[in-house]
T-cell receptor, first 110, second 114 residues
């Protein structure tokens, strides 16, 4: 089956690092994505990683991919209150379709 | 500038009364998607158009239909909304190329069913 799982909730203090984890099941996924959703809004693509990479850094964001364990993580350095949102990982293959994870609510405490 | 525009932002309908949600895009993308997102859940793909080719997900109820009259517009029709259809409906687009699943989302339409 196609299940992408995430922990439901993460709380951090402003300035700390946040690590959001995701496990997926489709080993044929070509790309893996992280999307951010603020309250009442659509999803915004944050970053992505190609399946033959194990790390990608993009400013404050670091994506780690462990393909053997089908584990993806998103690290946000120096987390700010504006980072408070729901974060979805998603996997995609060659079918023009994404399978989204269950979402992790990140709460940043001032 | 908004590239994927959904109207209206909030829609209230009555149980059983047909409703249409609209989506337009300025990206000239081939693919347009409709997702349903219920509270605290992941977006669930209902269907997508690849150009004029309609692709329905196996578990999308018959109550949901879609039309794409041209590249720019796509509509979601709910023929007889039930209380369980109250949700955020998200339209998205994607183009061709290596990142063909890189989706551009609209802001969504929040549907309430009374």
């Amino acid at each position: 089956g196609e299940d992408v799982e995430q922990s439901l909730f993460l709380s951090v203090r402003e300035g700390d690092s946040s690590v959001i984890n995701c496990t997926y099941t489709d080993s044929s996924s070509t790309y893996l994505y992280w999307y951010k959703q603020e309250p009442g809004a659509g999803l915004q693509l944050l970053t992505y990683i190609f399946s033959n990479m194990d790390m990608k850094q993009d400013q404050r964001l670091t994506v780690l991919l462990n393909k053997k364990d089908k584990h993806l993580s998103l690290r946000i350095a120096d987390t700010q209150t504006g980072d408070s949102a729901i974060y979805f990982c998603a996997e995609g293959g060659a079918t023009n379709k994404l399978i989204f994870g269950t979402g992790t609510l990140l709460a940043v405490q001032p | 500038d908004a590239m994927v525009i959904q109207n209206p932002r909030y829609q209230v309908t009555q149980f059983g009364k047909p409703v249409t949600l609209s989506c337009s895009q300025t990206l000239n993308h081939n693919v347009m998607y409709w997702y349903q997102q219920k509270s605290s859940q992941a977006p669930k793909l209902l269907f997508h158009y690849y150009d004029k080719d309609f692709n329905n997900e196996a578990d999308t109820p018959d109550n949901f239909q879609s039309r794409r009259p041209n590249t720019s517009f796509c509509f979601l029709d709910i023929r007889s909304p039930g209380l369980g259809d109250a949700a955020m409906y998200l339209c998205a687009t994607s183009g061709q190329g290596p990142l063909n699943e890189k989706l551009f989302f609209g802001s969504g339409t929040q549907l309430s069913v009374l």
